[in-house]
């Protein structure tokens, strides 16, 4: 018999998923007259994996509302393979509630969603359960689609290893004596993968132990157990992103707590007394900004120009610095989106014409005083004025008597948070982050071009990605508001910005830069997400080819010679589409049978950690599609004809893994 062509996918999250609709999607041109044979490998049920899986709180959001949120490519997507539309979340559910939804053979429903598709409106978060059932019908409808020539097979099972075979072949070793996936070609799809505890967790863990405390390290709000935290209890919470508002909702909404509107319309929160005292603080020691309630008028708003191809090149070929080369452009990118927004939709907020504003913006010389001069006429409020270093740290620099000065400070900023997240009036901050997009997307194009310099990957890229993540990826509105309410409560009180946990006295003591007074307690939560780098990584498998030298860190090299460590996974460069994204062994050789994509893979930093929006280009699909066409046209460069029953350990089963 022949052997058909075999892939193989580990990890069945999102980005496996995508990497699967993109095989389907390219198989009959890359691979015509062949039949194709997908293993996909995962613990967790394939479509959401472990971060998205169905088995969560139901009141656990998404931070991205039904419609911006899809798995499909459309004509925006620039790729080589073709387009294949499917829905947006937000239309999948509009079928789950109306009872159309065509269910692919293998794909279940959870009993939820459809009462929630029911409820569902315009600027919905949906929650991750019903976001599961997406996934989950967006992998099976691939499998569907791939029929009769891509044939998928799901094995629920975890990969420790994976070794080359004589033949050149793959061995996918799996965990708990499940017998080994063999294969042509395997796609890396790690998402959140694993990681080891760093040294402060470490010390923490055994403190904790030593004196009978709690501590909770850093890791998925999901995976956290929380029933051992005693009602009442003062709890120091360290993180103020998404984890943070997780925590916040299951340690008050999930012990029984409720929210009501008073008679003036003020969010007010009545505890069940089963909820313990949160004293949160983190670096920057204030939420994420929260998502907006409304859109910008008319179409979406041009690039402003100041990180075009133009202003690119005119900077020259050298290696290029972030903080004096390219900050400077991104602050006017955002600067300019932002004014040019107040002045359209708001004149009345404005001193001077809007016209006269407009024009004076387009035309001024951002290397001079010019625009400090017209921002001092012409903008009215300081509430309108934007400072994007004292958007991106608002607590730098400032002092309180006391904890509870601090509270009061915080009360009034989150309110304004509220504010500017639910009244158009504010829309000027919504154009803001339209520029920071647009900056976003150039730096992705600089950043796969390797154009940065190794100290701005290592120092800068690192906290300008904290600052995109701080301004667009926050909590649904509603959450803030919450949060708010839960601040005037006393539940939540903040530490402030630089917190630091210390050992103190058998207990644990948090402090912070703002305010002399410190807070101990007995139970520390750290609300954050662990640093995923390849040298802290313990998923199994990526830690053998470590081991073996089959994989190696991404370093940059300076202009010097001095190379400094990135974290991630070295792959072979973005923009040579025959040999992308193949993983780099130790010498530097491009493995041509293992690709790799995610949160840890060189290259694809930058398109990791969310989810792709519908009408976007996204790079996340065209990341995906480059893979899964070089994937292809690889098998068909293989000898495939070799004799063998079944792709599995049967195969080789008289060779020796190499």
């Known amino acids: 018999m022949t052997r058909p062509p075999t892939v193989a996918i580990i990890g069945a999250g999102p980005r496996g998923t995508s990497l699967l609709e993109r095989l389907v999607a390219n198989a009959a041109t890359c691979a015509p007259d062949r039949t194709i ?62 009872g159309r939804l065509s269910s692919p053979p293998g794909f279940r429903l959870a009993p939820s969603t459809p009462a929630e598709a029911r409820r569902m409106r315009d600027g919905w978060f949906t929650t991750r359960r019903t976001q599961s059932d997406y996934l989950s019908w967006v992998f099976w409808q691939s499998v569907r689609n791939g029929m009769p020539q891509v044939r998928v097979a799901p094995h629920e099972g975890r990969a420790v290893d994976v070794r080359d075979l004589p033949c050149g072949r793959q061995r996918v070793v799996l965990a708990d004596g499940l017998p080994p996936v063999d294969a042509d070609v395997v796609l890396f799809a790690h998402g959140n993968a694993d990681v080891a505890p760093d040294a402060e967790e470490m010390r923490l863990t055994e403190y904790a132990a030593a004196h009978g405390l709690g501590y909770l390290p850093s890791g998925s709000s999901a ?31 999930g012990r029984g707590g ?45 690039p402003c120009g100041h990180l075009d191809a133009a202003a690119l090149a005119a900077l020259g070929d050298r290696p290029l610095d972030f903080a004096m080369d390219i900050w400077p452009l991104i602050v006017r990118e955002v600067t300019h989106a932002g004014y040019r927004e107040l002045a359209a939709s708001h004149p009345e907020l404005l001193n001077i014409d809007a016209s006269e504003f407009l024009h004076r913006l387009d035309t001024l010389d951002w290397e001079g005083p010019q625009l400090k001069e017209l921002v001092d006429q012409a903008v009215r409020y300081d509430e309108d004025r934007i400072d994007l270093a004292e958007t991106a740290h608002p607590l730098a620099g400032r002092h309180f008597a006391d904890l509870d000065a601090l509270q009061r400070w ?66 649904p509105g509603p959450r803030l508001e919450e949060l708010l309410a839960l601040t005037r409560a006393g539940i939540v009180r903040f530490l402030g910005a630089e917190m630091t946990v210390t050992p103190h006295e058998g207990l644990f003591r948090a402090r912070s830069c703002n305010v002399s007074a410190s807070v101990t307690a ?61 993983l780099k062994r130790a010498d530097g050789t491009p493995h041509p049978r293992r690709f790799g994509a995610g949160i840890l893979f060189a290259g694809s930093v930058l398109t990791s950690g969310r989810f792709p929006s519908p009408r976007s280009n996204d790079a996340f699909f065209r990341q995906n599609d480059t893979i899964a066409r070089a994937a292809l046209r690889e098998l068909c460069r293989r000898d495939t004809s070799a004799p063998g029953s079944r792709n599995r350990h049967v195969d080789e089963e008289n060779e020796s893994p190499g």
């Open 37 to 98: 044979t997908v293993h996909v490998i995962d613990p967790c049920p394939p479509g959401g994996g472990r971060i998205w899986r169905s088995r969560q709180s139901p009141l656990l959001w998404m931070n991205t509302t039904s419609e911006d949120c899809t798995m499909f490519t459309d004509e925006t997507v620039a790729c080589e393979g073709p387009v294949v539309s499917g829905p947006t979340l937000g239309e999948w559910a509009r079928e789950v509630a109306a």
């Open 223 to 253: 995976d956290h157990d929380y029933d051992r935290i005693p009602a009442g209890e003062p709890v120091i919470v360290r993180g103020l992103g998404l984890c943070f508002i997780d925590t916040a909702v299951l340690l008050t909404s």
């Open 258 to 302: 409720t929210f009501r509107r008073d008679d003036s319309g003020e969010l007010r929160y009545e505890p069940s007394g089963a909820e313990p005292v949160l004293f949160v603080g983190s670096r920057r020691g204030v939420p994420y900004w929260s998502k907006t309630h409304y859109s910008l008028t008319g179409p979406p708003p041009r």
């Open 410 to 475: 915080m009360t009034d900023h989150l309110a304004a948070g509220v504010r500017r997240g639910r009244d158009p009036r504010y829309s000027a901050s919504l154009a803001m982050l339209h520029g920071l997009s647009s900056a976003f997307a150039a730096l992705v194009e600089l950043v796969g071009e390797r154009r940065l310099t190794p100290a701005s990957w290592r120092h800068d890229l690192p906290r300008f990605l904290d600052l995109c993540r701080f301004l667009t990826s926050g909590p």
């Open 522 to 582: 007995r139970y520390l939560i750290e609300a954050r997400l662990p640093e995923r780098t390849l040298p802290r990584v313990s998923d199994p498998s990526l830690r053998s080819l470590l081991r073996r030298d089959e994989i190696r860190e991404e370093f940059s090299s300076a202009p010097g010679g001095d190379r400094y460590p990135t974290g991630v996974i070295d792959t072979a460069h973005l923009i040579d589409t025959d040999s992308s994204h193949r």
